[in-house]
């Protein structure tokens, strides 16, 4: 016998088998398909969101290697003449960058001089714009291609702007290519840009092209108040930003990758299981070991190939839905103002590949090894298996306990993010492994009580599920990491959520908060006006700013604060009623993430570059703060004026003594300036949860992602342990076992299952929810927040693993007991 | 076969797979950045009305009309010159600084930043011995110190490449423009008086009113000083041309471009002809010349008294374009014959204006008397 007509025996008997449960090798097609495609998703969002990060950076940035920056106010535009011409510095392009609006859309606005553009930034790229009065014309604009057509504007076309608390009229000159990560730049001549800010004088910053002997040469010649900042640096700081936001959604499809590996072991094993007759008949027929295992392999590569194909088809469209959620937490959080492309990242696709096709493999190599190393017709007995499966149970248990041992050391005290990561895997793998040996002495436990319930009914179910471990336990795994998944972030979030509550409750204080709906400074007059309004008791002044700094900008809030605002604060670090005497005193206070990415404590001092150069500001105190990742350094407005000049007021907080009377007051005020936004505390509060619940909307999609995932996963377990069970129903039909009772027992089988592993997915997904809270969001992002075992994503993680078990049983326990107890009793 | 079958399927699916990824991997365009995004011929287009216009003739007053005429809208200051060092080796250069207003009114506005006037510098040297050609162009506005022109004292400048009055006259002046590929700096120094082109200084170029330009030239300027291409630097000495020309007009319909020749003889005498091409190839009649005569005296030359004959083309590499670079002028007037030759042919300026401006020799007769001499000449419009 030449091993040719063997090779083809075996692969017309693979194929054949596969031909005949369509509806298994569809499923193993999808369970293979819906784990590449989240993993190609949540990659593409990931890897489009940084691009499109890294592209708005070079937009703003060019080829600039340093930049000359100010204090406050800026850089006084007279620098640029004298770096320009009487230095000769010729790769030197001055910027003045405004926040506009043109309606709703908020823009940027660059002011720029055309001719400086070219050596380093290219600004303007390919485009049509007339040159002459984009200089000569006051409030030119030129648009790029794309927001001109959202904004239905073309050459010669005016638009109203708002900037700095004015509303202009502004008149398009031309278009020019959009380039990525510009999409919400515009541009105008820095003589028009002045003017529209207010700022004639002033230029944000200098970008320059510097050899590092021209960088040193100038750092010693810069004028007093001016700083030479490396624009590599810089541009990583920012790029550091966007890091911590990946690095949640990495979790995420690191996540989803786990199950995704779950299922295609899932779905090969039940091939693998389905075939053991035909298997051992192979094998007496004399086929050996290796062509066997290469046949089952090369099939693995055929499912794996075809279900990577589909799930990169629907990955990519999944990205891209996604990416519309991500972009818009970025331009929430961060500096990029929007994503409008999804850019497919080779490296993406080759891990989908990698995963879908190496998956598939390595989770076809365990079953099929097996498969092929059974001597001849022993597998022919299905109980052999189940003995074996229970041997190797030993075997998954402890291994199991030695991830989660591994898992749990790993999270010693360290800020290594990566470590984290390490041990939330390992954790939620021992976990998973430790699921088999749980759901048997769960079922073991049950049979008991379901026995003197239901009678032999109850204990068939429940010993059912623990005889057909082979095949329930991967599913039941499967369901489980991916239900605590859903309950271990829904647990994180509701967690941060309840802090940010508990948070907001605390530091707004103010009944009111009155600000400029353009962020515009209040007047002194506005201000005296509102300190006479009736009913006020207390006011408190701010003003953000961000001041531009060599590790990139510091958000500085400053305040004049009453004690009772005072009171508001949350102190992580320090003493309040010392850290009060001392913020009075010049001192600093900052925020926690603050504390966390610069490594300060109460004590230390932090180096800002003030008016007159850089000074040392001792912090007095760390508090909490969730309103950015990135950390706010708050400091006393006489502070301020000591080390950088006056400070605007942008925004005020009314403490009332009748708020009735000042409400109405207010509605007076605003009635007479509707530029004024004035809310409620209650208004506020609302808002700033709604912006929070924005920003972790791409989590909750994710979420019910993975839990379709485990539907998926479920469904095709079961209809695979149905179709396998064809025998042993028609036996019981046989028995006397009516349709309707055998499909009550089968869905009662799996409901079991959805039982177990709902159970099981709860304590795993609060562990999983501890170490989310405790080391991943405190070492990515330097927050603490506490830990909530809140019921709602307990519950909803055991409903939705009970009744997705229930949904996917429903299907194949109607066809069993449709099934013709004759044929099956003549399976063989 | 069956199991071929398989195989035969295994592989198409490993194919298709390929397949998505080249297709999705495919390098697609993305629009570059870079280069400048506007034409300077943009900046000649603009609409004429509102600007001052050269109508009439004017009084030339000096040293203010050294200076810049911001009310029309265009204005250059021309330096062109042949060079040699002691050891005999020649080198050309031309500095020009143009000066655009974008606006016929001076604009008020509170930014600093603001102005309607725009200046482009051409900066161009020749080695002629070392066959190298180098240019160079800068734009700014005309504020903040970046660009401008001044009359007392004399300097016209963009950004650190200036020509400025080394005392209360406007000469001698200092040119200095340099970038990192070349350089020049000159002490220049007038030799004669200015010379009023056209009559008395008017240079009508077509017909319409207005459609012309105040023109004059200041024929010889003795040049010493340092001419460097790279990092090898040769002390020059030689003799310069400034033509200062202001106007509102541009080219008129049927005119394709000019030819431009200043032409300086080792007898003291020099000449400068124009002619504006017409798209039909006849001669125009605002064509014109002046011949300045080694005393001095000055006698205009008018479209028929002049003819030009292009005598050998030659071929920019860079660009494809065809100049004329040898050229016959005839002048029976004056009974001169002459033969005017590229000291080097790729002269060409492939900047945001693409011309031939280079230094030239030129050799015949002028009134029975054999002359030579050098110059410069200026070839627009070709394509």
Do not use: C
């Amino acid at each position: 016998m030449s091993s040719q007509p063997r090779a083809s025996l075996v692969f017309k008997a693979g194929w054949r088998h596969l031909r005949g449960f369509g509806l298994q090798l569809v499923l193993a097609i999808v369970g293979i398909a819906v784990g590449v495609a989240v993993v190609v998703g949540i990659d593409l969002t990931n890897e489009s969101a940084s691009r499109a990060f890294a592209m708005s950076t070079d937009a703003l940035m060019g080829r600039a290697t340093h930049q000359v920056v100010g204090g406050p106010q800026g850089v006084p535009e007279s620098v640029y003449p004298w770096l320009r011409v009487e230095q000769g510095l010729r790769d030197a392009a001055p910027v003045l960058e405004l926040s506009v609006a043109v309606g709703e859309r908020e823009l940027t606005l660059l002011g720029i001089d055309p001719f400086a553009e070219d050596g380093v930034r290219g600004s303007l790229g390919e485009g049509e714009f007339d040159i002459g009065r984009l200089i000569a014309q006051a409030g030119a604009v030129v648009l790029p291609d794309d927001l001109a057509a959202e904004l239905e504007a073309g050459y010669g076309d005016r638009l109203q702007l708002s900037a700095a608390g004015a509303v202009h009229t502004v008149e398009v000159v031309g278009t020019v290519a959009s380039q990525p990560g510009a999409e919400s730049l515009l541009w105008a001549d820095i003589a028009t840009a002045q003017e529209l800010a207010g700022r004639v004088g002033w230029l944000t910053r200098i970008d320059l092209v510097l050899e590092p002997d021209q960088a040193r040469w100038l750092e010693a010649e810069l004028p007093e108040g001016l700083e030479l900042i490396d624009a590599g640096s810089r541009r990583q700081s920012l790029g550091e930003m966007s890091r911590a936001f990946e690095i949640n959604l990495t979790a995420l499809s690191l996540l989803a990758l786990l199950v995704g590996l779950f299922l295609v072991y899932n779905t090969m094993s039940f091939a693998l299981l389905r075939r053991r007759e035909l298997i051992g008949v192979l094998r007496a027929l004399g086929v050996e070991r290796s062509q066997l295992l290469r046949n089952v392999l090369l099939e693995a590569l055929i499912l794996g190939g075809v279900g990577t194909l589909l799930g990169i088809a629907v990955g990519i469209p999944l990205a891209n839905g996604l990416l519309q959620l991500v972009g818009r937490t970025l331009s929430d959080l961060y500096y990029a103002r929007s994503i409008a492309e999804l850019s497919v990242a080779p490296l993406s696709l080759v891990k989908a590949v990698a995963l879908g096709m190496g998956g598939t493999l390595l989770a076809a190599l365990v079953p099929a090894y097996a498969a092929a190393s059974t001597p001849p017709r022993q597998d022919l007995g299905r109980s052999a298996l189940e003995r074996g499966v229970k041997r190797r149970l030993g075997l998954v248990t402890g291994l199991g306990a030695v991830l989660l041992i591994l898992g749990a050391l790993l999270l010693l005290p360290s800020d290594a993010l990566w470590l984290g990561f390490v041990a939330l895997f390992a954790i939620t793998v021992g976990l998973a492994l430790l699921v088999p040996i749980a759901t048997v002495g769960f079922m073991r436990a049950l049979a008991r009580p379901l026995g003197r319930r239901f009678g032999g009914f109850g204990r068939m179910a429940a010993r059912g599920v623990v005889a057909g471990l082979s095949r329930t336990g991967v599913a039941l795994t499967a369901l489980a990491v991916a239900v605590s998944a859903v309950v271990g972030m829904g647990l994180m979030i509701g967690s941060f959520r309840a802090s940010v509550g508990d948070w907001l409750g605390s530091v707004l204080r103010a009944d009111y908060y009155l600000a400029r709906q353009d962020d515009a400074p209040l007047t002194p007059d506005l201000i005296d006006t509102v300190r006479q309004l009736p009913g006020l008791s207390d006011v408190s002044l701010s003003r953000y700013e961000r001041l531009p700094q060599e590790e990139g900008d510091v958000s500085l809030w400053i305040v004049q604060l009453g004690e009772e605002a005072w009171a508001g604060f949350q102190f992580r670090a320090g003493e309040p009623n010392a850290a009060w005497q001392a913020f009075q005193n010049g001192a600093v206070i900052v925020t926690e993430p603050f504390a966390f990415h610069h490594a300060l404590a109460p004590g230390d001092r932090l180096s800002l570059r003030t008016q007159e150069g850089v000074r040392e500001f001792p912090v007095a105190g760390v508090y909490a703060d969730y309103s950015s990742d990135r950390g706010i350094v708050a400091m006393a407005e006489s502070t301020y004026e000591k080390w950088f000049g006056a400070s605007p007021v942008e925004s005020m907080g009314l403490y009332a003594h009748n708020a009735a009377r000042l409400g109405q007051a207010l509605d007076e005020l605003k009635a007479e300036h509707p530029q004024l936004q004035i809310r409620s505390n209650l208004d506020l509060r609302e808002r700033s949860m709604e912006v929070f619940d924005q920003t972790f909307a791409v989590t909750d999609v994710l979420r019910i992602l993975a839990a379709l995932v485990a539907v998926v996963g479920v469904f095709s377990a079961l209809s695979a342990l149905a179709l396998e069970r064809a025998r042993e129903a028609a036996v019981l039909r046989a028995l006397g076992f009516t349709p309707t009772r055998l499909a009550i027992l089968h869905v009662t089988e799996s409901g079991l299952m959805g039982l177990a592993a709902g159970l099981f997915a709860l304590p795993l997904g609060i562990v999983l929810a501890v170490v989310l809270i405790e080391v991943i969001n405190r070492r990515a992002f330097g927050w603490t927040m506490d830990f909530a075992l809140l019921p709602g994503p307990l519950l909803d993680g055991f409903w939705l693993a009970l009744l997705s078990a229930l949904v996917a049983a429903v299907y194949p326990a109607w066809r069993q007991a449709r099934a013709v107890p004759a044929r099956g009793l003549r399976e063989e | 076969m069956r199991g071929q079958g398989l195989k035969r399927i295994a592989v198409l699916a490993l194919a298709m797979a390929l397949a998505v990824l080249v297709y999705v991997l495919w390098p697609r365009q993305q629009p570059q950045a870079g280069g400048p995004a506007f034409e300077a011929a943009e900046l000649l287009a603009d609409e004429e009305a509102g600007f001052a216009r050269a109508v009439e003739v004017r009084e030339f007053v000096f040293p203010a009309d050294h200076g810049a005429h911001p009310d029309y809208r265009n204005e250059w200051w021309y330096f062109t010159g042949n060079l040699e060092d002691a050891a005999g080796r020649a080198f050309g250069f031309e500095f020009t600084v143009f000066r655009f207003a974008m606006m016929p009114e001076p604009i008020e506005r509170a930014s600093n930043w603001a102005s309607r006037q725009l200046y482009m510098a051409h900066f161009a040297v020749t080695d002629i011995d070392g066959e190298r050609f180098y240019a160079a162009e800068r734009f700014a506005r005309g504020a903040m110190g970046l660009a401008g022109a001044q009359a007392a004292p004399f300097k016209v400048w963009l950004e650190d490449w200036q020509v400025s009055a080394e005392a209360d006259e406007a000469f001698p002046a200092r040119l200095q423009a340099a970038t990192d590929e070349a350089g020049l700096d000159l002490r220049l120094e007038a030799l004669q008086p200015p010379v009023l082109q056209g009559e008395r200084g008017l240079s009508p170029k077509g017909a319409g009113p207005g459609n012309a330009s105040y023109y004059f030239s200041m024929p010889r300027l003795a040049a010493a000083g340092e001419v460097r291409f790279g990092g090898e630097r040769y002390e020059v000495k030689g003799q310069a041309w400034l033509d200062r020309e202001w106007g509102s007009s541009v080219l008129e319909r049927g005119q394709a471009g000019w030819d431009w020749f200043s032409l300086q003889f080792d007898n003291g005498a020099e000449m400068m002809v124009f002619q504006l091409r017409r798209e039909d190839g006849s001669t125009d009649p605002y064509n014109a010349g002046m011949w300045i005569a080694p005393d001095g005296s000055t006698r205009p030359l008018r479209a028929q008294e002049f003819e030009l004959e292009p005598l050998a083309t030659w071929e920019s590499l860079a660009t494809g374009v065809e100049y004329p670079l040898r050229w016959r002028l005839r002048i029976p007037a004056l009974n001169a014959e002459l033969t005017v030759a590229p000291r080097l042919e790729n002269q060409e300026l492939d900047l945001s204006v693409r011309y031939w401006e280079g230094a030239i020799e030129v050799s015949g007769e002028i009134r029975n008397e054999n002359v030579r001499g050098l110059g410069y000449m200026e070839l627009t419009g070709y394509e």
